[in-house]
């Protein structure tokens, strides 16, 4: 009997030992997942730029460059975002002459982005006979009581791939006095602004 007992324990002790031979199998499944980020990219393309005379009257195109000529130039922000910024040159600006510039805003990013914002910059001596004339889509922005700076509120969502044109139209008063004669060269530069389309932020 006593042999009995001590095989017992001998065979429970080796159980025992013996550990996970009687535990519960187990495993892990590990999931791994690869997440890319979109991207937000917007450029201007596709220049176009016409001038004019008698403009407010009768405006008829002008087919060479004898009497004014205008520089238009895509090029890139400060903060180096590519094809941004859409800069025009006119040095040869005259009473009830204008410039009309044409182009589209691509849309590149992977997602839906709102335009919410131009800024602009205008340099030259001839600022307080300017009308200028923003359209973006069906929409049109006067900018009136111009500064050498200021900012234009938009407020249009632009969808992947959709682009939407853009004109811009500069134009001297007619009434422009002799003193804006040989006042240089004029520089409008117009930087868009945009955000993501769920972006609430002001």
Known sequence: ????KFLALVLVASIMLMGAGYAYWTDTLTIENTVATGNLDVTFTDLNVLTYDNYDIDPKELTDDTYMKADIHIVNEENGDENDMLKIAAPQLFPDCAVKVSSTIKNNSTIPINFYAIDYTVDGETIDYLDISVK???????LSDLSSSDTIDVDLPIDVNENPD?????????????TTQNSGELVFTLIPKFKQFNDNTK
């Open 166 to 178: 853009v004109e811009v139209i500069i134009h001297l008063d007619k009434d422009a006095p002799n």
């Open 1 to 4: 009997m006593k042999k009995t």
């Open 136 to 142: 973006i889509g069906d929409n049109v922005y006067q």
